[in-house]
């Protein structure tokens, strides 16, 4: 299991701590302050544990999970960072991926992007088979 | 425990966390096989963390309190166990991009010390 790909899974495995965690102290604590926002982290947060798997199984030669996953992610980071500044009035207080992930210094927004190139970089270039044996 | 004695050991993790930080970002950039000196410097991280650690829950037991306790300990907490975690599932792996893993968790302590010095 050689390759870039091990620097991704250990940033989705910080991401996994720091979103979960973020997550689960702030839903536990005061989630009337900013329910929206609270739920979203705690979304990013299975979003990231769903990635570092998906990750793993590209990594295996299985990138089905992860062509999805990562997209979704990113269209995550897109959607509720733009909303985040446009609807300033639905995050009270910020989510994980408020701002494009600007309290994890845009971390969440160059994730998806570097998981996506090291995808392409591997998987277009080689076939995927155990993939094609699941279709098969 | 003073505080300033909690701040000056954070300080210190987080300068060694970057020393540990770079120095696995060069043996990722130089696509060399993972020393066995880094492993050991990222065990001297973790054990900066410890004494990090313990510093904390010393101070808490002064009678000081956070600006948020449960960020507070969050952060104590990951401080931690992210080396022992990343060590652990890079065992099997002594190729050059597990250097590159070690320097991602190595500036995950350095930035938790940091934080550490924000929320106390």
Redesign the interface.
């Known amino acids: 299991?050689?390759?870039?790909?091990?620097?991704l899974?250990?940033?989705y495995?910080?991401f996994i701590?720091?979103s979960g965690?973020r997550a689960v102290?702030q839903i536990a604590?005061k989630f009337s302050v900013a329910p929206l926002a609270y739920t979203l982290s705690a979304v990013a947060a299975v979003t990231y544990i769903v990635g570092w798997f998906a990750i793993r199984r590209a990594a295996h030669g299985r990138p089905r999970l992860a062509e999805v996953m990562l997209w979704v992610e990113l269209g995550g980071v897109v959607v509720i960072g733009t909303l985040s500044l446009i609807e300033k009035q639905w995050f009270p207080d910020a989510s994980v991926w408020s701002g494009y992930g600007q309290g994890y210094g845009w971390v969440p927004a160059a994730l998806p992007v570097l998981a996506l190139l090291w995808l392409h970089r591997t998987h277009d270039r080689t076939p995927a088979p155990n993939d094609e044996e699941v279709r098969a | 425990m003073p505080a300033s004695l909690l701040t000056s050991i954070a300080w210190v993790v987080v300068g060694y966390g970057v020393v540990v930080a770079v120095a696995g970002g060069v043996g990722a950039w130089l696509r060399a096989p993972r020393p066995r000196w880094l492993d050991q410097m990222a065990w001297m991280l973790e054990a900066l963390a410890v004494l990090l650690a313990a510093a904390g829950v010393g101070w808490w037991t002064h009678g000081h309190r956070p600006s948020s306790t449960s960020t507070f300990w969050g952060y104590l907490a990951a401080a931690v166990v992210v080396i022992p975690v990343t060590l652990q599932s890079l065992r099997e792996e002594r190729e050059s991009w597990s250097s590159g893993a070690i320097a991602v968790a190595a500036v995950a302590i350095a930035v938790v010390a940091w934080r550490i010095t924000v929320v106390k």
């Not at chain 1, 299991?1 to 620097?7: A, D, E, F, V």
């Open positions: 299991m050689r390759g870039p790909h091990l620097i899974l250990a940033l495995a910080l701590l720091a965690s102290v604590t």
